[in-house]
C-alpha cells in the first residue's frame, strides 16, 4: 500500500475524544486513492488500497485511525466505486457521489491520485458535492443487472433474424419457398429443425447456416422471456403498484426505478427529481438576455426557456 502524500503518522485518540474528518477516494479498478482531511480543511494523509473486500477494511480502520468518520466523498460510485460504497455504507458512512472534479483546480494544482481524492474530500467539505450516493443493494440493482442483459439479447436476436432472413433470400428456390407465408416463430422452428442433407458447396452451408441462426434466435427468445420474468417480480418486490399505472410496462417501470435507485429518498423533492432526468430549467440569462436552459439537454437540440411577464415563470420556444 504504497503512501500517495506526505506521511503523517496516524492519531490513535480514544472514540470521545476523536474530532471529526472526512475520506475521499478516487477510485480505479485495481487500486483505491484515499485521502483523509479534518472538518477545517487540514490534510492528514493519504494511501492507496487494493479493490479487495480486504482492502476496503484496511481502508476504514486506516481512516478512522485519525478520527471520527461520518462521511465520505467517492468518486464512480456506479462503477469503479460501486462495491467500496456498498462498503462504505454498511459502516454506517454516508456516502456522496462526486462526479467531477473542479476543472480550474485541476488547472492550478494538476492531476494525481492523490490530488483528486483530497479535491473528493474537499468537495463534501465546501458541499459544492451533496449528491447521495445508490446503494445498489436491492431490488432496483436486479432491475439494473436484467435490463443490461436483455438489452444485448434483444439486439443479437434482431441481429439473428435479420441474419437469418437475409440467407433465404439468397438461397435455393427449393429452401426459399419451402418456408414461404409462415409466421417468424413458426419459420425459426422449422429452420432450426432442418436437417443435414449432406450437400456440399453453398447449398449445405446455407441449410447449416440458417439451423444455427434459427437455434440461436431460441435461444435468445428463451433468454429474454426469463429476464421479463424476472424483471417484473423484482418490480413488484420494489414498487407493487407501479406496473397498475396505465400505460406503464416492465420495460418502463425498470427505467424509472433505476433511475431513482435503491434509496429513492435521496431525491428529496419534485425539483430533485426534475434535475436527475434533465427537465428542470437552470438560470442562462447574460445581459438583456433573460433566458433558462435545461440542466442536462438530450441528444437532440433542447428547447430554451424564456421568462414571461410574471416573476418566477417561464414558458417553452
Not at 7 to 29: R, S, W
Not at 126 to 145: C, I, N, Q, W, Y
Not at 238 to 260: E, K, N, R, T, Y
Amino acid at each position: 500500500m504504497p503512501n500517495i502524500m506526505q506521511p503523517t503518522a496516524p492519531c490513535h485518540v480514544p472514540a470521545e475524544a476523536a474530532e471529526d474528518i472526512l475520506l475521499g477516494v478516487d477510485t480505479h479498478k485495481d487500486i483505491h486513492a484515499a485521502v483523509v482531511i479534518t472538518t477545517l480543511g487540514a490534510a492528514l494523509d493519504g494511501l492507496s488500497f487494493p479493490a479487495t473486500a480486504e482492502g476496503y477494511h484496511q481502508l476504514v480502520s486506516w481512516a478512522r485511525s485519525f478520527g471520527m468518520m461520518r462521511r465520505a466523498g467517492v468518486e464512480c460510485t456506479g462503477s469503479y466505486g460501486a462495491a467500496l460504497t456498498r462498503h462504505l455504507r454498511d459502516e454506517g458512512i454516508e456516502v456522496t457521489e462526486i462526479n467531477q472534479p473542479d476543472k480550474a483546480a485541476r488547472r492550478r494544482h494538476g492531476k494525481t491520485d492523490a490530488i483528486d481524492a483530497e479535491a473528493a474530500a474537499r468537495a463534501v467539505l465546501s458541499g459544492r458535492a451533496t449528491a447521495t450516493a445508490k446503494t445498489s443493494d436491492g431490488p432496483v440493482e436486479m432491475l439494473r443487472l436484467f435490463k443490461l442483459a436483455k438489452g444485448s439479447a434483444t439486439k443479437f436476436r434482431t441481429q439473428a433474424i435479420n441474419q437469418l432472413k437475409s440467407v433465404l433470400v439468397c438461397a435455393d428456390a427449393e429452401l426459399r419457398e419451402s418456408p414461404a407465408g409462415l409466421s417468424n416463430s413458426k419459420l425459426f422452428k422449422q429452420c432450426a429443425e432442418l436437417e443435414d442433407s449432406g450437400l456440399s458447396g453453398p447449398a449445405g452451408a446455407a441449410r447449416h447456416t440458417l439451423r444455427l441462426l434459427a437455434r440461436r434466435i431460441q435461444n435468445l427468445t428463451a433468454e429474454i422471456n426469463d429476464l421479463n420474468t424476472r424483471t417484473t417480480e423484482a418490480i413488484k418486490a420494489s414498487a407493487p403498484g407501479l406496473l397498475d399505472v396505465h400505460g406503464v410496462g416492465p420495460d418502463d417501470a425498470a427505467a424509472l426505478l433505476i433511475a431513482a435507485g435503491d434509496n429513492p429518498e435521496r431525491l428529496d423533492s419534485e425539483a430533485s427529481s426534475t434535475a436527475l432526468c434533465g427537465t428542470s430549467p437552470v438560470e442562462a440569462s447574460s445581459g438583456k438576455t433573460q433566458r433558462c436552459r435545461r440542466f442536462s439537454p438530450p441528444s437532440r437540440a433542447a428547447p430554451q426557456f424564456h421568462r414571461t411577464g410574471e416573476p418566477g415563470t417561464v414558458r417553452e420556444s
